[in-house]
């Protein structure tokens, strides 16, 4: 046999292997649809919040820190006594100036110090008693009273609705199928996003004394009490299924 012959019908041998092995691999992949799937739920506020600030000013910037650390220590001191979550937000010391219309010139006041303390509680009387504590003492603030929902609160409720995106994803999936005469098989990939929409209260352009925080508290509490509109919770998953 000629042996240009035989090396082409061995080409032509390989090559029909190779197609059939290509057109198995082709039917072998399995058919997908991909979709997303909502959960929209809301978890209930079960912590109250409030900043204390001390603000310390003085020419020296050692005895204006002197000043500041020390009233910390006394709040922090108390905090320890009380059913409280407290974490330092800030801290910072800094020339603090103004300007002098008069002179058109700038004015060296002395120096300033800033050290502030989130505190948060389960109950809103014990931030009340924090406030008394407190109320009338000299450089300390508050700011930013507000209610929010723990991480401790938060995961169930988070675990919980993203099970409920998953099956909604499911279900949507199955109705496309169903056009098909098919449905949704297992799931082959999946990635998923979360939003949470806790309101807080807006913060003021400046700092109440603990005394009049107190004292707005206190017109609340006596009015009916706080009532926060729930957390809202959004979960989005995008699925990918096999198509049975």
């Not at 991909?34 to 600030?53: F, H, M, Q, Y």
């Not at 389960?122 to 000299?138: C, P």
């Amino acid at each position: 046999m000629n042996k240009k012959l035989v090396w082409s019908v061995a080409v032509i041998a390989i090559a029909a292997v190779l197609a059939v092995c290509a057109g198995k691999s082709r039917n072998t992949e399995p058919r997908t649809i991909s979709v997303n799937g909502e959960c929209l739920t809301t978890a209930p506020k079960d912590r109250t919040a409030i900043t204390l600030r001390v603000t310390t000013l003085d020419k020296s910037a050692a005895e204006s820190m002197k000043q500041a650390t020390a009233k910390i220590a006394e709040i922090t001191s108390f905090l320890k006594t009380q059913d409280v979550k407290m974490q330092t937000t800030q801290f910072d010391s800094y020339e603090k100036t103004e300007w002098d219309r008069v002179a058109q010139k700038s004015v060296k006041l002395g120096i300033e110090t800033n050290i502030a303390i989130e505190v948060s509680a389960s109950n809103i009387e014990t931030i009340e008693n924090v406030l008394s504590q407190f109320a009338g003492q000299q450089n300390v603030y508050s700011e930013n009273l507000r209610m929010f929902t723990s991480t401790e609160a938060m995961k169930p409720i988070l675990e919980s609705c993203l099970g409920t995106a998953v099956e909604n994803a499911r279900t949507r999936a199955d109705a496309l199928a169903a056009g098909d005469k098919r449905r949704a098989g297992k799931m082959l990939a999946v990635s998923y996003g979360t939003s949470i929409q806790d309101t807080v209260r807006p913060t003021a352009n400046f700092l109440r004394s603990a005394a009049k925080e107190m004292v707005a508290m206190d017109s609340v509490m006596t009015g009916g009490g706080i009532v926060a509109k729930d957390t809202e919770v959004s979960v989005t998953v995008s699925a990918v299924f096999e198509i049975k």
